[in-house]
T-cell receptor
């Protein structure tokens, strides 16, 4: 059973370009979460999605950032007109719709390291 | 603002000792709690979940939950250098939204 997959693992963009980060959840998981982590800092929640729905985007910056989780295909985190402050590790996590072991267990992908030049 | 608080450390313990990691949370509605381990440059890895008051043991790890005091802890027995990592405490407060603490850095000294 493949784990959470993210690509690309490393992404370099120049200021003003667009960054697209992809996340494929674990098989059978229908909940996807995106987090941002700056060096030596904690995980900051960005957005929580289920298939075709944004459930909670309270951690997303109001401008330039968007996320989607279409019926088919991976979840996409899109950052338009990137700035140097967007440089960070972006982690995706997934959880199953129902789990016998409790609510909220999330399984993380390897992350995408975004560097903005 | 629902918060999960952790001491950032670093917490240094000698090899073979017990490492004690602590966490407090502000949301009394939180029902589920998790400990993640994150090695430098890697993604978080779930190591323990706890849902009921009391202790839960898994190998060298014991998670403790006290809902009255809003306190969660993780004990690592017989600490090994390979346990050196940042440990993230997290609480689930409904609708499967999980709030993470900033993590405690553990250093196990050989």
């Amino acid at each position: 059973n493949a784990g959470v997959m993210q690509n690309p693992r490393h992404l370099v963009r120049r200021r003003g370009q667009e960054a697209r980060l992809r996340c494929s959840p674990m098989k059978g998981h229908s909940h996807v979460y995106w987090y941002r982590q700056l060096p030596e800092e904690g995980l900051k929640f960005m957005v929580y999605l289920q298939k075709e729905n944004i459930i909670d985007e309270s951690g997303m910056p109001k401008e330039r950032f968007s996320a989607e989780f279409p019926k088919e295909g991976p979840s996409i985190l899109r950052i338009q007109q990137v700035v140097r402050g967007d440089s960070a590790a972006y982690f995706c996590a997934s959880s199953p719709q129902e789990t016998s072991s409790g609510d909220g267990e999330q399984f993380f992908g390897p992350g995408t390291r975004l560097t903005v030049l | 603002q629902k918060e999960v608080e952790q001491n950032s450390g670093p917490l240094s313990v000698p090899e073979g000792a017990i490492a004690s990691l602590n966490c407090t949370y502000s949301d009394r509605g939180s029902q589920s709690f998790f400990w993640y381990r994150q090695y430098s440059g890697k993604s978080p890895e779930l190591i323990m979940s706890i849902y009921s008051n009391g202790d839960k043991e898994d190998g060298r790890f014991t998670a403790q939950l006290n809902k009255a005091s809003q306190y969660v802890s993780l004990l690592i027995r017989d600490s090994q250098p390979s346990d050196s990592a940042t440990y993230l405490c997290a609480g689930e407060g409904g609708y499967q939204k999980v709030t993470f603490g900033t993590g405690t850095k553990l250093q196990v000294i050989p």
